[in-house]
């Protein structure tokens, strides 16, 4: 019985293991969804970004500022890589229920440079894991048309809205701001939103060679 129980286990274990190597490598279909890109902040590790490249790493968004407590630490250095590289890039503003519109609009405007090349801007919208205010959707929507209004007068270019399914599911974003919308979903095309998505994050553990770490994978509907 015990013998039985540990082949059962070392199968199972077997199972997980390929798995998880597949879920590290997966990414969409190119037939289906020939644009393909990266998220990157300082998180990721050091990134060789001519190696992303050469791999058909078609764009990458780079974190430039989480709330309005701080810049990401190696922005500048990835937006320099990035450019480097060839490839197309934008800037990634983390949005927080615990700081104000104003303070984190001004923060990107002073960590983003402008730039007339960069893709759209991204405010992600997302709870933080250490923030526990959950304002009224009334407030929340205010405070982000406030924070999307400073963010494209400095851009000169429409933002689009990198909505995770719990904030999503809590405040509807989709049917109170008329924006692009980008949404979150490991391996399977996501339906969370009251509107038609146009980027989705089909991964967040894919692993590619130039970076440290997992890697957000997103891809661009045809």
């Not at 630490?73 to 700081?99: H, I, T």
């Not at 983003?112 to 919208?125: G, Q, S, T, Y």
């Not at 809205?161 to 399977?188: A, C, H, M, P």
Request: one cysteine or more.
């Amino acid at each position: 019985m015990l013998v039985r129980a540990g082949i059962v286990l070392a199968l199972m274990a077997a199972v997980a293991a390929a798995l998880l190597i597949y879920a590290r490598d997966w990414a969409p279909g190119r037939d289906e969804y020939p644009v393909q890109g990266v998220t990157i902040g300082s998180d990721a590790g050091k990134v060789d970004w001519g190696t992303l490249a050469a791999q058909g790493t078609d764009f990458a968004y780079v974190r430039a500022v989480r709330g309005d407590e701080r810049r990401d630490a190696a922005f500048a250095l990835n937006l320099r890589g990035v450019k480097a590289a060839g490839m197309r890039y934008g800037a990634m503003l983390e949005f927080s229920l615990c700081g104000t519109a104003g303070a984190q609009g001004t923060r990107f405007m002073t960590t983003v440079p402008r730039d007339n090349a960069a893709l759209p801007p991204v405010i992600r919208l997302a709870f933080d894991p250490g923030c526990a205010q959950r304002p009224a959707r009334d407030r929340v929507l205010s405070d982000l048309n406030t924070l999307i209004n400073l963010v494209e007068s400095h851009a000169g270019k429409t933002v689009l809205l990198n909505v995770t399914e719990d904030f999503d599911k809590r405040y509807d974003v989709g049917s109170g701001i008329n924006r692009t919308l980008w949404l979150d979903q490991n391996f399977f095309p996501p339906d969370y939103a009251t509107r038609q998505w146009v980027m989705w994050t089909a991964s967040d553990m894919r692993h590619i060679d130039g970076v440290e770490g997992p890697v957000r994978w997103n891809v661009v509907t045809p």
